[in-house]
């Protein structure tokens, strides 16, 4: 009776090692990066006179950089932790007014009607806040890693032509699973 107890127990003992792999002892190594990126749109606007002139300029947002190009199709999650932009570098008519349309990855993301110059003199940060829009641009730079950003409107400049940027500010949290 006790070999046939000990041949069990060291079956079972057997069984039990070759069942287990190194990667069941070692828990996952899931790690998160920051992916901070900033964009410039440069936007020029000819003298509009009394009439409003649309406008429109692009660019890209991308979580492809050298933190994560060697993990990019190992990536778990985005998290959208700012996403704003606001205007630098104005030059011309100090009353030229936008009514501006921020789109990320081809939706409407924010609208805003400013003085440009006042924009840019504050440097007012308008700020993408909402939880759903946020999430669903991260859901786009998840699965494609880069979206396009358009910014486009119409523009009134009476006395002069308009220049400024539009500095796009993105900060993210990219979470790995390699």
Not at 42 to 58: G, L
Not at 127 to 148: D, F, H, P, Y
């Given at each position: 009776?006790?070999?046939?107890?000990?041949?069990?127990?060291?079956?079972?003992?057997?069984?039990?090692?070759?069942?287990?792999?190194?990667?069941?002892?070692?828990?996952?190594?899931?790690?998160?990066?920051?992916?901070?990126?900033?964009?410039?749109?440069?936007?020029?606007?000819?003298?509009?006179?009394?009439?409003?002139?649309?406008?429109?300029?692009?660019?890209?947002?991308?979580?492809?950089?050298?933190?994560?190009?060697?993990?990019?199709?190992?990536?778990?999650?985005?998290?959208?932790?700012?996403?704003?932009?606001?205007?630098?570098?104005?030059?011309?008519?100090?009353?030229?007014?936008?009514?501006?349309?921020?789109?990320?990855?081809?939706?409407?993301?924010?609208?805003?009607?400013?003085?440009?110059?006042?924009?840019a003199d504050d440097q007012i940060i308008y700020e993408i806040k909402e939880?759903?829009?946020?999430?669903?641009?991260?859901?786009?730079?998840?699965?494609?890693?880069?979206?396009?950003?358009?910014?486009?409107?119409?523009?009134?400049?009476?006395?002069?032509?308009?220049?400024?940027?539009?500095?796009?500010?993105?900060?993210?949290?990219?979470?790995?699973?390699?």
């Amino acid at each position: 009776m006790k070999n046939i107890l000990l041949a069990f127990w060291i079956t079972c003992l057997c069984l039990n090692f070759s069942s287990c792999d190194e990667d069941d002892l070692i828990p996952p190594r899931t790690f998160t990066v920051d992916v901070d990126q900033i964009e410039t749109i440069p936007v020029h606007i000819d003298q509009t006179e009394d009439d409003w002139m649309d406008y429109s300029f692009k660019n890209t947002l991308t979580i492809n950089n050298e933190k994560t190009k060697e993990y990019i199709n190992k990536i778990k999650n985005v998290e959208i932790k700012k996403l704003s932009y606001k205007v630098k570098t104005f030059s011309g008519d100090p009353l030229g007014e936008v009514k501006g349309t921020f789109m990320v990855a081809n939706q409407i993301s924010l609208e805003n009607t400013f003085v440009v110059k006042t924009a840019a003199d504050d440097q007012i940060i308008y700020e993408i806040k909402e939880e759903a829009e946020l999430n669903r641009i991260a859901e786009q730079l998840k699965s494609g890693q880069t979206v396009n950003i358009i910014y486009k409107g119409s523009a009134l400049c009476k006395t002069n032509d308009m220049d400024f940027e539009i500095e796009i500010t993105l900060l993210t949290k990219v979470t790995i699973d390699p």
